[in-house]
């Protein structure tokens, strides 16, 4: 047997993929709550995480939060760092408040394991360093290096680790994000460009029962606004823009002076980007005195399924089928790390835990799912040139 002196394992050969030994590690990373705005928190599971590397084979950096934004964690394996290698991407913070556990505590009903965060994506996070420890207790070593940047901020956009994960990506061959599965186990070849856009709006106020004539409502030009905004939808591109936050006016017998809106943007390519992202700037008032201000850019490029993601689709794909399961790939709406680096690197993504329900009070992730994705992601590290 092979021993470790990490807190989280023991490991023989013969079944270095227990299903309930990376269970008994995700409860662990679960059952430390990790709002993004609870930085100590995630700083906590960070601290966690990187004494778990502390017996293994790499070096570690750890990267000071700013911005009221947790710490992040980059592992390197000390082997293979001479030339381009592998880059595993995963995030540690969840959407969840604070006391969210005590409604959806860990447990384990059948083939689900619950716990906030488990599916979106502790879970992945985990099974990705089991099998870099998998990988260091056998003679067949991966032939490139493997960095695995650990994130706080992914579920507010990556405001803090974007320039972190672009750089790293730029140096790798290959990128690995370690988000859920989709739908049954499928991996994730594409993802939509995400636009974040705020409207600003200025009217003239006046009394709306002695004087309406001298106003100039900046609530009725919101409603061209969304009216505008809502024109732009066109699902058969797959562009949808989406009106979610509205403010305006002060009293109901005061025409409204402001107004407000925040807009959600999801685009499949670069050109539909470069398009709707001028279009959203673009947007006029349709009244005489009132101003219309927008602001906002696209935080998340589109990930497109290119050439060298295909290949590493194709390649992914072998190793499961030799495994003992089919992976479908798919395109999502949602935006992930792997964003900020398919344009420049083969990137693969989805390759976390399959499960349902992230972001809710029922996450979960399939235990059944443990094991063949670590062997996936172990296999991966080991044969990728």
């Keep these: ?19 309930q030994t990376i269970l008994d590690g995700i409860r662990r990373w679960v059952e430390i709550e990790t709002p993004t705005e609870v930085p100590e928190q995630v700083n906590k599971l960070i601290s966690m995480v990187a004494e778990q590397y502390r017996d293994l084979p790499v070096t570690l950096e750890r990267v000071a939060g700013i911005d009221g934004c ?25 959407v969840h408040p604070m006391g969210f556990i005590a409604r ?11 716990g906030p965060g488990i599916y979106d994506m502790k879970g992945g ?76 709006i200025k009217g003239v106020p006046a009394h709306a029962g002695t004087r309406p004539e001298d106003g100039r409502s900046a609530v009725r030009e919101l409603a061209n606004v969304i009216q505008a905004l809502e024109g732009m939808n066109d699902l058969k591109r797959g562009v949808t823009v989406n009106v979610g936050v509205v403010r305006g006016g002060s009293r109901p017998n005061v025409t409204p002076e402001e107004a407000y809106a925040e807009i959600d943007l999801r685009v499949p390519s670069f050109e539909d980007a470069e398009e ?62 792997g964003n900020f680096t398919a344009a420049n690197t083969g990137t693969l993504d989805g390759l976390g835990v399959d499960g349902k329900g992230a972001h809710t009070h029922y996450e979960q992730l399939y235990v059944s799912s443990l094991e063949p994705r670590a062997r996936l992601l172990y296999r991966l590290y080991q044969t990728l040139r």
């Design 276 to 337: 709707f992202v001028g279009r959203i700037l673009g947007l006029e008032s349709k009244t005489e005195g009132v101003t219309v201000k927008v602001t906002g850019e696209l935080n998340r490029p589109p990930y497109e399924k290119s050439n060298s993601g295909a290949s590493l689709y194709e390649h992914a794909k072998t190793l499961a089928a030799e495994i003992g399961f089919d992976l479908v790939d798919t395109h999502t709406g949602g935006g992930s790390d």
């Design 1 to 19: 047997m092979i021993r470790f002196k990490g807190t989280d394992t023991s490991m023989t050969g013969s079944n270095l993929f227990d299903s």
């Design 104 to 114: 959806l505590p860990f447990k384990v009903e059948g083939d689900s394991a619950f």
């Design 70 to 94: 947790g710490d992040h964690l980059v592992v390197r394996s000390t082997c293979g760092q001479d030339q381009p290698g592998i880059l595993v991407l995963s995030h540690l913070d969840t």
């Design 125 to 200: 996070a985990y099974i990705a360093y089991h099998a870099f420890r998998a990988l260091c207790a056998t003679a067949d070593r991966s032939p490139l290096g493997i960095t695995h940047v650990f994130t706080s901020d992914e579920e507010i956009g990556s405001p803090t680790s974007r320039a972190l994960i672009e750089k790293e990506g730029r140096k790798a061959k290959y990128v690995l994000v370690t988000e859920p599965a989709r739908d049954g186990g499928k991996i994730v070849t594409g993802r939509k460009g995400v636009g974040r856009f705020q409207v600003f």
